[in-house]
């Protein structure tokens, strides 16, 4: 998700996108840890994408 997706959505979607974007990273990672990735940039773009949510989560907490 880019970070206009992000700060144009509802906030249940985007917990909802939190949560698949944290089960997808995992199920990443551990095929990695089995075997190597064909495109293991995959890995960090998943865990920016994770970041990106969450802090737009806690910005609408404070807010």
Do not use: W
Not at 29 to 50: D, F, G, W, Y
């Amino acid at each position: 998700m880019k970070q206009s997706e992000i700060k144009k959505a509802s906030t249940a979607e985007l917990n909802e996108a939190f949560a698949e974007s944290r089960k997808a990273y995992s199920d990443l990672k551990m095929a990695h840890t089995i075997s190597p990735l064909e495109n293991p940039i995959q890995l960090r773009s998943h865990r920016r994408v994770i970041a990106r949510i969450a802090t737009e989560l806690t910005n609408r907490e404070v807010q």
